[in-house]
């Protein structure tokens, strides 16, 4: 984004000029639709207070604001300027303020490294206390929807007309977390859309970067919708960071190949895969009762995800095949793009009943997504063993039914639509499960397992210095 911002007296007084391409953008924001119905009206002057524009409220300011920028419940008015003021401190716009309370609930959230935090037990407080402002923000989002539309405006207008390259930077990277925690309302994603898309052509400060990705983001948390629980504190610098490092949960299965190529040059699938297949296996995966039905802990589950996208591939710690079979599950729901392609879903749903035309879909698929899909129905078809599915409680139909919305997505927005479609998915799965003969469709890839993960022997350790490979 533009760092050179000049300035110029209107009749509200003084406020910066932005760049001409920008404030088009912005004007047009202003005058549409969103903006009339949900803009609440910001005035100015002692006697005579004259209506504020919206393309001035929407420019960055370094005062608090006085009233929240949107029409809200009048109960969360308080809640929007603090949230402004935790903004202005995240992007390093303002110091926070001595002894300041964020309100009932944080404790709860941050974890106690953070909360017990000083000069001793971590080497910058600032950043724990930024880092707890910042969890707050998304809790605030994360419980009270009404705020979310809010909270993105606020960034948006602290990044127009911004001087600052690192609070430009910083609020880039908020945008970022914010994208990975709740998604704006169906109002207003139009808008942040635009302005995402208008923003990849921005080069300076590697903006176009970050808007590229929060692209990505936005389309994908669109359909999932909001977290249950605000990020922690280590995957909130992870996701900051994400634009520049990105996680292989959450991409598209080339950007995953690309990721792992240069440390497993020789797999022919994502080696997330057949790492988390094989623990399952050495944990006892086969001896569990509800695997892939029962979820594992979410704590457990959220700190080997944040593992193994550092690159420690390691089960050191973890005891429980639920965490791994949760994550397992958790890789292949969150990527960018269905395992079975959006142009196929239809096809799939019309041949669901017919278990030839499941197969034939199967070997039509792109290449590396049809490896995975042989993956995935070879390593499932190893628990449909009688031995095996009377210990788990698991039959073939009860993995279809678990498995199903990881391996096809429903784009239709319509509930009906969703629920309908869901028992045609579980079919076409189920058909997979007992017909697919996962060694003969693909002459050059033929699926194994049980022969990487190793039991843990000793507990995690916090600063890993190694990687252990998978021997695949």
């Known amino acids: 984004m533009p760092t050179h911002v000049s300035t110029a007296s209107l009749n509200t007084g003084k406020y910066p000029v932005l760049p001409h391409e920008l404030s088009s953008d912005i004007q047009q924001f202003a005058e549409s639709h969103f903006a009339r119905q949900y803009f609440s009206t910001h005035r100015v002057g002692i006697f005579f207070k004259r209506k504020i524009p919206v393309e001035q409220m929407m420019t960055w300011q370094k005062t608090p604001l006085s009233s929240p920028l949107l029409q809200l419940n009048r109960s969360l008015h308080k809640n929007a300027l603090k949230i402004f003021k935790v903004i202005q401190h995240i992007m390093g716009d303002r110091e926070r303020e001595r002894g300041m309370r964020l309100g009932t609930g944080t404790e709860s959230q941050v974890s106690p490294a953070v909360l017990n935090a000083s000069t001793s037990s971590l080497p910058n407080p600032s950043k724990a206390a930024m880092l707890e402002d910042e969890r707050w923000l998304l809790g605030e989002g994360i419980s009270h929807g009404e705020l979310r539309d809010e909270i993105y405006c606020q960034v948006l207008k602290q990044l127009a007309g911004n001087s600052s390259a690192e609070s430009v930077f910083k609020g880039w990277q908020l945008l970022c977390v914010l994208l990975v925690t709740f998604p704006p309302s169906k109002d207003f994603e139009t808008y942040l859309r635009s302005y995402l898309q208008q923003a990849t052509t921005h ?45 292989i949960f959450g991409e598209s299965l080339d950007t995953v190949f690309r990721l792992q190529e240069r440390s497993y040059p020789h797999m022919k699938v994502p080696i997330v895969l057949p790492f988390l297949a094989d623990g399952i296996l050495a944990l006892g995966g086969t001896k569990t009762e509800g695997i892939f039905r029962v979820p594992g802990d979410g704590d457990a589950v959220s700190d080997l995800k944040l593992r193994i996208e550092k690159g420690y591939y390691s089960l050191d710690g973890v005891d429980d095949p639920h965490v791994l079979a949760s994550l397992w599950k958790l ?32 070997q039509r698929l792109p290449t590396i997504n049809r490896r995975v899909v042989l993956f995935v129905v070879s390593f499932l078809q190893l628990f449909l063993e009688e031995r095996v599915s009377a210990v788990t409680k698991m039959t073939s139909q009860n993995l279809a039914l678990v498995m199903a919305p990881n391996l096809l997505r429903c784009n239709s927005e319509s509930i009906a639509v969703i629920f309908s479609s869901a028992q045609y998915e579980q079919t076409f799965v189920h058909n997979l499960l007992l017909h697919l003969r996962c060694d003969a469709i693909d002459p050059d890839y033929i699926p194994t397992h049980g022969q990487g993960a190793v039991p843990p022997t000793s507990p995690p350790s916090k600063n890993p210095q190694g990687r252990r490979r998978p021997n695949h």
């Open 203 to 247: 080069h300076e400060g590697r903006v176009d970067v970050m808007a590229k990705y929060c692209l990505r983001r936005l389309a994908y948390i669109s359909r999932k919708g909001p977290r249950g629980k605000p990020p922690t504190t280590t995957e909130i610098e992870t996701a900051s960071d994400a634009a520049f490092h990105p996680s």
């Open 331 to 362: 890789w292949l729901r969150e990527l960018c793009d269905p395992l079975v392609p959006d142009e196929l879903y239809d096809e799939c749903v019309r041949a669901s009943k017919s278990p030839e035309a499941c197969v034939g879909i199967v």
